[in-house]
């Protein structure tokens, strides 16, 4: 499989949402496979709230499913997958260099939203010579994405591949988000987003708050049960507070929390059908085939939602297949359940044209 290593792509500026504007945005990415020479077959993988454009090579987060033979396939199709606006990994956002001031933006960076994300990846599209993408897909937060391109680009999207995510973020999901938002914002070197050095406490703890979410009951019971470390007295601490202290503790070390506190914000005001006149309307000028993926054991984004998603599409009038992954692991199982993954992701890929 041929990787392209990351690439850093100047779009312009972009227009946000917000009535702001962002100047000399670049857009990091890479790319795996080959583009054919009408690039028509290109699926455009995006990624969650802390992931990055290395989806797919030895440390991607979808790796498993992207390659010679796998789920996505690079002997037929070309993989793109770029950080999204506002996140840290070389894309422009609260880390980057604000022209107008020759600093960092940091709390100075704008409002944004998963529409943004979309427009700049949109930009990005357009100028690797890509008119159509062959599909578009993603979990969690790259879910979101995926149903705001069939909102937003209709005419530019084959196929659709939603998992894990929903129509709009409902107040359960919000909920979780904004304690994990306070949390860093009692963190005394939180400064309002002002920080010289990271308000490690706070990342660390809305990142423990988040992992809770992310998994399952039956997940952790089955993981670490009761089990905790020798200590004193044989009393040390559980085997489940270790986990989630060692999970902030990686968080801090590779993630900015502005850039949490805005891609956060930005998924809480997602809602495909505001302002369009409801996710039906939204979504009615998306014609193509769709693989909607939910996950039995997730707290977070209930299978509901998936089937909020479904039937809407359905009401269009497209062609919809519903899975679902049955797994102890929770909203992460996709990025777990492989092998459910590639049976499901690989052969609608095929049936979609793609």
Request: net charge negative; proline share 4%.
């Amino acid at each position: 499989m041929e990787h392209t290593v990351r690439q850093v792509a100047p779009i312009g500026d972009l227009p946000l949402e917000c009535g702001n504007a962002l100047r000399g945005v670049e857009v990091a990415y890479e790319l795996y496979g080959h583009m054919s020479p009408a690039a028509d077959n290109v699926v455009l993988v995006c990624h969650a709230l802390t992931g990055s454009a290395g989806a797919g090579g030895p440390a991607g987060w979808w790796e498993p499913l992207i390659g010679r033979g796998r789920a996505i396939d690079t002997d037929r199709y070309a993989v793109l997958c770029s950080n999204i606006l506002g996140s840290c990994y070389g894309t422009t956002g609260p880390t980057s260099i604000n022209p107008a001031t020759g600093r960092k933006y940091g709390a100075a960076f704008p409002e944004i939203t998963v529409g943004d994300m979309v427009a700049a990846q949109r930009a990005l599209v357009r100028d690797l010579g890509i008119t159509r993408l062959a599909s578009v897909a993603g979990g969690s937060l790259g879910g979101l994405q995926v149903l705001e391109w069939a909102a937003q680009a209709p005419e530019m999207v084959g196929s659709i591949i939603p998992i894990g995510c929903g129509i709009a973020h409902q107040s359960w999901q919000i909920a979780f988000n904004e304690v994990a938002r306070q949390a860093i914002r009692t963190d005394p070197a939180w400064n309002c987003g002002s920080y010289t050095d990271q308000p490690t406490q706070g990342m660390a703890l809305a990142r423990m708050i988040a992992m809770i979410s992310y998994r399952s009951a039956e997940s952790f019971q089955g993981r670490f049960g009761r089990a905790r470390g020798r200590g004193e007295g044989g009393r040390g601490q559980f085997d489940v507070a270790g986990y989630l202290y060692g999970q902030g503790d990686k968080l801090v070390r590779r993630f900015d929390a502005n850039a949490y506190m805005r891609i956060t914000t930005a998924m809480d005001g997602f809602d495909v059908g505001a302002g369009r006149g409801g996710a039906v309307k939204a979504l009615a000028a998306f014609t193509g085939p769709a693989l909607v993926m939910g996950i039995d054991s997730d707290v977070l984004y209930p299978v509901a939602d998936q089937l909020e998603i479904a039937g809407t599409l359905r009401e269009n009038g497209n062609q919809v297949e519903y899975r679902e992954i049955a797994s102890m692991h929770g909203h992460d199982a996709f990025l777990m359940e492989w092998d459910q993954l590639t049976e499901e992701i690989g052969p609608f890929l095929v049936r979609a044209g793609g």
